[in-house]
Antibody, heavy 121, light 106 residues
Framework: EVHLLQSGGGLVQPGGSLRLSCAAS????????MTWVRQAPGTGLEWVSS????????FHADSVKGRFTISRDNSKNTLYLQMNSLRADDTAVYYC??????????????WGQGTMVTVSS | AIQMTQSPSSLSASVGDRVTITCRAS??????LGWYQQIPGKAPKLLIY???SLQSGVPSRFSGSGSGTDFTLTISSLQPEDFATYYC?????????FGQGTKLEI
């Protein structure tokens, strides 16, 4: 069964750092681009970052560029989101998601369970 | 960035109703659009990809249409489990952009 299991998240002070993880199983991880999407409380979905299967190409939303870094360890079938210089408006549930096909820009067919990140003093 | 304008933002309907949600892109995105359903407290779920292809396991009462800039999601006969929020997402380029969402309420 294809599955994404998220970990990390929690409460962090403004200016702090946090790393989210997303462990994949049930598919050939290195073949598929992966993505992070977030949802602030009571609001809609916002794309955050994406990475190619090989890890050679990465994309970040302007709102996180220079502060967040998406990466992956294909030997561990794990996706990461390193979040630095966190701000209150980064408070959200963060989801990892798998691309449906072996394309860099694609629909997201499998999602993680989500993890809450709260930035507050 | 491509802007995705979704309407309506909320919709009241009853079990058995036929409902349509629309999404308009600020530029031609071919058929590179997906529709997602989100139940409160849960992760989004892919319903439709490539504008009109039904994701495996999704009931056939869901359908999608459109190309270019105008797209629709139709639910032919609402079931109780369909009351949720629906989002469109353009799969054309980066930055990826979602519509604002449509909350479907009883």
């Amino acid at each position: 069964e294809v599955h994404l299991l998220q970990s990390g998240g929690g409460l962090v002070q403004p200016g702090g750092s946090l790393r989210l993880s997303c462990a994949a199983s049930g598919f050939t991880f290195t073949t598929y681009a992966m993505t992070w999407v977030r949802q602030a409380p009571g609001t809609g979905l916002e794309w955050v970052s994406s990475i190619s299967g090989s890890g050679d190409s990465t994309f970040h939303a302007d709102s996180v560029k220079g502060r967040f870094t998406i990466s992956r360890d294909n030997s561990k079938n794990t996706l990461y989101l390193q979040m630095n210089s966190l701000r209150a408006d980064d408070t959200a549930v963060y989801y990892c998601a798998k691309s449906k096909y072996q394309l860099l820009v694609d629909a997201f067919d499998i999602w993680g369970q989500g993890t809450m990140v709260t930035v507050s003093s | 960035a491509i802007q995705m304008t979704q309407s309506p933002s909320s919709l009241s309907a009853s079990v058995g109703d036929r409902v349509t949600i629309t999404c308009r892109a600020s530029q031609d995105i071919r058929n590179d659009l997906g529709w997602y359903q989100q139940i409160p407290g849960k992760a989004p779920k892919l319903l439709i990809y490539d504008a009109s292809s039904l994701q495996s396991g999704v009931p056939s009462r869901f359908s999608g249409s459109g190309s270019g800039t105008d797209f629709t999601l139709t639910i032919s006969s609402l079931q109780p489990e369909d009351f949720a929020t629906y989002y469109c997402l353009q799969d054309y380029n980066y930055p990826r952009t979602f519509g604002q969402g449509t909350k479907l309420e009883i």
